[in-house]
């Protein structure tokens, strides 16, 4: 069964750094586009950086600068770099995918679990 393996959150001081992993496990034949989300207490889920299987990457303000994604086709896996963490930043964070499951079968919104991501001192 294919399924995405999020790593990689915890607790951290304002202005400290993280890095996520999303990991696909199970055999397929590429990853499409892959994005991150956050939701925070109360609030609805967003997106907040987005990659291409091309390697094009978009952000949102409040992450631009801050956030960098990035991917490894070979290990099948994607990253969200995070610097600069501010209390704002609390949520639990999702990886989100487009999964060529087979060539030229794709399947749409592949989710990871979650993984928490708190800011505080």
């Known amino acids: 069964q294919v399924q995405l393996v999020e790593s990689g959150g915890g607790l951290v001081q304002p202005g400290g750094s993280l890095r996520l992993s999303c990991a696909v496990s199970?055999?397929?034949?590429?990853?499409?586009?892959m994005g991150w989300y956050r939701q925070a207490p109360g609030k609805q889920r967003e997106l907040i950086a987005g990659i291409s299987s091309g390697g094009s990457t978009n952000y949102t303000d409040s992450v631009k600068g801050r956030f960098t994604i990035s991917r490894d086709n070979a290990k099948k896996t994607g990253y969200l770099q995070m610097h600069s963490l501010k209390p704002e930043d609390t949520a639990v964070y999702y990886c989100?995918?487009?999964?060529?499951?087979?060539?030229?079968?794709?399947?749409?919104?592949?989710w990871g679990q979650g993984t928490q991501v708190t800011v505080s001192s």
């Open positions: 199970g055999s397929i034949f590429s990853i499409k586009d």
């Open positions: 989100n995918a487009d999964l060529e499951v087979l060539e030229g079968v794709t399947i749409f919104d592949y």
